[in-house]
């Protein structure tokens, strides 16, 4: 059965230093893979998305996410993050059977200081 | 374009109860999924409909129901209600029903089961 781990529960940064939110997920099928942002009392946002093709993929806001295959991971990263980018981070995982069930993650709070 | 809208935004319950939740996709999305997101934690998939069939269901009991209309709109419908149902309940319309599509969540509607 799929499975997605979000390592860091919670991510203090201070504003302009880099950041990355790592995510691992475990499946025996293709998968697609998803990172979604929720700011406090609002629904989610994607981020970006994989599905095929070229491993690293580049978002809105200046987030990009790197697949692979062989660690099972999904990490989030961005070079210099804004006290906007506080909100909390979800990765998600939905299998390649024809089905529909996306797993989302336990999620990472990211915390941006001045 | 308006996007996906929920209501009510939020609903105060009392335990054994019934509860329906309304869902609007945006304009021209014919698939619409149903999460239960837990305080803390990540959305919980309960449902998917596409063209007003039940196309996949979580890990829920069958007091959980949900059907679309043939407007696309969707309700979920939740019977004896229990103290552990308390959770938003997030709406997420995509295009299509395949799990590479992108989902376009609403704000959510807060359930308290007191």
């Known amino acids: 059965a799929q499975s997605v781990t979000q390592l860091d529960s919670q991510v203090p940064v201070f504003e302009e230093a880099p950041v990355e939110l790592r995510c691992n997920y475990s499946?025996?099928?293709?998968?697609?893979l998803f990172w979604y942002v929720q700011y406090p009392n609002q629904g989610l946002q994607l981020l970006l998305k994989y599905l095929s093709g070229s491993t690293l993929v580049k978002g809105i806001n200046g987030f990009e996410a790197e697949f692979n295959k062989s660690q099972t991971s999904f990490h989030l990263r961005k070079p210099s993050v804004h006290i906007s980018d506080t909100a909390e981070y979800f990765c998600?995982?939905?299998?390649?059977?024809?089905?529909?069930?996306?797993?989302f993650g336990a999620g990472t709070r990211l915390f941006v200081k001045a | 374009d308006a996007g996906v809208t929920q209501s009510p935004t939020h609903l105060i319950k009392t335990r054994g109860q019934h509860v329906t939740l309304r869902c609007s996709p945006i304009s021209g999305h014919k698939s619409v999924s149903w999460y239960q997101q837990v305080l803390g934690q990540g959305p919980q998939f309960i449902f998917q409909y596409y063209e007003k069939e039940e196309r996949g269901r979580g890990n829920f009991p069958d007091r959980f129901s949900a059907r679309q209309f043939p407007n696309y709109s969707s309700e979920l419908n939740v019977n004896a209600l229990l103290l552990g149902d308390s959770a938003l309940y997030l709406c997420?319309?995509?295009?299509?029903?395949?799990?590479?599509?992108?989902?376009?969540f609403g704000p959510g509607t807060r359930l308290t089961v007191l």
């Open positions: 998600a995982v939905s299998e390649d059977t024809g089905g529909f069930k996306t797993i």
């Open positions: 499946s025996s099928v293709s998968v697609y």
């Open positions: 997420a319309s995509s295009l299509l029903a395949g799990s590479y599509n992108e989902q376009f």
